[in-house]
């Protein structure tokens, strides 16, 4: 501060200002310098809130938040908004004799962060993608069958064909002696 102070005067004198302007200057510099208290407050805004997407797939699911039915999801996907200072917790549930393959958040592995059959989310600044997988650890035959038959039809339809094929070749006089 005191380098400035010389420039300033240097610069004044070499003007030609005249003593009652430099000694003007003089005390306005020797209070910017003094300390000057002022007191401040603020008020802490309520924080935004960020997307949390969360999506679950494979044989389990997940209770969301408040435990309500609308928060339990299975092979579906929601956004929940989190704020910065808020956590989110994730119980998760997965099928008899099923497991969990892996938990991301983000595409980082968090799987070993599960504590109590539980993975809690932190708020941050940006929005976020939480990806559950469950496994299937059970050794049943899967059929095949895909799509909109579900086992009970799929076994029905088996059935069926098996008792045309007896009928069929029964006709045909293959049985027969």
Not at 70 to 83: A, G, N, P
Not at 117 to 135: M, S, T
Request: net charge neutral.
């Amino acid at each position: 501060m005191k380098i400035r102070w010389v420039i300033v005067l240097g610069i004044l004198v070499l003007t030609g200002l005249s003593f009652i302007c430099i000694a003007s200057l003089a005390i306005i510099m020797g209070h910017a310098q003094s300390e000057i208290g002022i007191p401040v407050s603020y008020v802490k805004e309520e924080s935004d809130a960020y997307a949390l997407s969360v999506e679950v797939r494979g044989d389990g699911e997940i209770c969301c938040k408040d435990g309500s039915e609308d928060d339990i999801l299975r092979r579906s996907q929601k956004v929940y908004l989190l704020k910065v200072d808020e956590e989110a917790s994730f119980k998760l549930y997965p099928d008899k004799g099923d497991g969990i393959k892996s938990i991301t958040l983000d595409d980082k592995d968090i799987t070993n962060s599960i504590a109590n059959d539980r993975v809690i989310i932190k708020g941050q600044e940006k929005p976020q993608h939480l990806l559950i997988v469950f496994n299937s650890n059970q050794s049943s035959v899967r059929t095949g069958i895909t799509g909109f038959l579900g086992q009970r039809e799929s076994t029905v339809i088996l059935a069926f064909l098996a008792i045309s094929t007896v009928v069929f070749l029964g006709k045909r006089k293959i049985f027969k002696k």
